[in-house]
């Protein structure tokens, strides 16, 4: 079943901060975050694991709370080049085999 | 420079005419996927495949079949038997196909159906 990201679409000034959750119905070992700009492939942000470990970018940081499903990637201090289309893609279950169920993307535009 | 390509970028086909989208890699990796994206959505899998000479249906096969002859190469054909062709589809691969990889993305090839 599909994640749902929340929220649909942001709209930031540079400099200010943005949160984006994505939250499962199904129990998840790992969370997966993509950016995509407009026609582009989606480029690789971060994983977050089952057990709490962490791997990314040093200036986009991201949580993963198993209890509830749910991750959220936190953005600082915004830069015009955060902005495209942000999507989560999930893993239920440790199958062996990475199958990603991705949501429908949250839409972040920065302005100047 | 290690990567995937896909082509063509763009594509447009008849109703009624399979066409065949390419996916290659040089990156070594196991794994390889095709997605579908439609406006406003997030992506959908078709087909992955772990090895080679091996495939497995996605949420979306219908009308889509696959071949990996080559560890390196993945063809996607979308058949006339698809109902609405018309997305931007994305190939992706990723090293060991094991959890917690990550998946790498190809530019993409946007195909429209006349």
């Known amino acids: 079943q599909q994640p749902v990201q929340s929220p649909q679409a942001v709209i930031l000034r540079e400099g200010e901060d943005a949160v984006i959750n994505c939250s499962s119905s199904?129990?998840?070992?790992?969370v997966h975050w993509y950016r995509q700009k407009h026609g582009e492939a989606p480029v690789f942000l971060m994983i977050l694991l089952k057990g709490g470990e962490q791997k990314g970018h040093e200036k986009i940081s991201a949580s993963f709370n198993e209890k509830k499903q749910q991750s959220s990637l936190y953005l600082t201090a915004s830069q015009l080049s955060y902005s495209g289309t942000y999507f989560c893609?999930?893993?239920?279950?440790?199958?062996?085999?990475?199958?990603?169920?991705f949501g429908t993307g949250t839409r972040l535009l920065v302005s100047p | 420079d290690g990567g995937i390509t896909q082509s063509p970028k763009y594509l447009f086909r008849k109703e009624g005419q399979n066409v065949t989208l390419s996916c290659e890699q040089n990156?070594?990796?196991?794994?390889m996927y095709w997605y579908r994206q439609d406006p406003g959505q997030g992506l959908r899998l078709i087909y992955y495949?772990?090895?080679?000479?091996?495939?497995q249906k996605g949420d979306i096969a219908e009308g889509y079949s696959v071949s990996r002859e080559k560890k390196e190469s993945f063809p996607l054909t979308v058949t006339s038997a698809q109902k609405n062709p018309t997305a931007f589809y994305l190939c992706?691969?990723?090293?060991?196909?094991?959890?917690?990889?990550?998946?790498?993305f190809g530019p993409g090839t946007r195909l429209t159906v006349l």
């Open positions: 893609g999930t893993e239920s279950g440790n199958t062996g085999f990475q199958k990603l169920v």
């Open positions: 199904k129990a998840l070992y790992s």
């Open positions: 990156l070594n990796h196991d794994a």
């Open positions: 992706a691969s990723s090293g060991l196909a094991t959890t917690a990889d990550t998946q790498y």
């Open positions: 495949s772990q090895i080679v000479n091996d495939f």
